[in-house]
């Protein structure tokens, strides 16, 4: 089955107001940037976004935040955004912060059928005990906790119950894929895409280099095409632009430092 479709804004013309959706990267790595446009000219409000964070102001999941289209993360890391933080601590956001492996194990569970699995993970935490800030009012007063999770022990250490996420759309973006939606993911970009692609009931895949069926080796697809409905074909300046989160030097040896 061909799964390619003409544009971004085609790809992503269905998803709803309200919709909950998967989302690829990691910092500024690997992020579905085309697709996330297409969102915000699609003008679509209220939506959840699982991802590991939001992006930046000006970048990825920053941008449908910046034009308050997110009502709420679940996501793990919430630092180089300082829209984030105001809008979550002003309670114009909500936010589930989840550690790291879990919310990876979560949306992993989700995309293969286990609805939940337990984790030593935020054990004697609030975590498990609840009570974690989700939402605050205009006031700092905090209006949605976190609730008390199950908690079993195994081998006289507790562990704590989390549940599977499955999202109603995931949004990846890939090295390569073909037209039958099978993808490989490049260095750090195979991070959280993978799960994103996963756990979406549709997963829209824009991708940097387009193939043709059987010209990617089976033994190096990461995700196959059964978890994929669309593929988004990127044009060479789409997939030549990328951010670095924080570019570092290092002097040349032969610069030399006045002291």
Known sequence: MDKVVASAAEAVAD????????????????????????????????????SNNCGVDDWGLGKLLMARRLR????????????????YLSGELEVELTPQGTLAERMRAGGSGIPAFFTATGGGTQVAEGGLPWKYDSEGNVVVSSPPKET?????????????????????????????????????????????AMCGQVTIAEVEELVEPGEINPNDVHVPGVYVQRVVALTPEQAAEKRIEKRTVTPRADQTQEG
Request: with cysteine; charged share 25%; glycine share 12%.
């Open 15 to 50: 998803i709803p107001s309200g919709a909950t959706l998967a989302v690829g990267g990691f910092g500024l790595c690997g992020i579905p940037s085309v697709l996330i446009d297409a969102l915000l000219d699609a003008d679509i409000q209220d939506l959840e976004a699982v």
């Open 72 to 87: 709420r993360m679940i996501s793990s890391y919430v630092g180089e955004n300082k829209e984030f933080a105001r809008q």
């Open 152 to 196: 079993r022990d195994f081998g006289g250490r507790e562990y704590v119950l989390e549940e599977a996420i499955v999202a109603d759309f995931g949004l990846v973006r890939a090295w390569k894929g073909d037209r039958h939606g099978n993808l490989v993911f490049r260095d750090s970009a195979r991070n959280f895409n993978p799960l994103a």
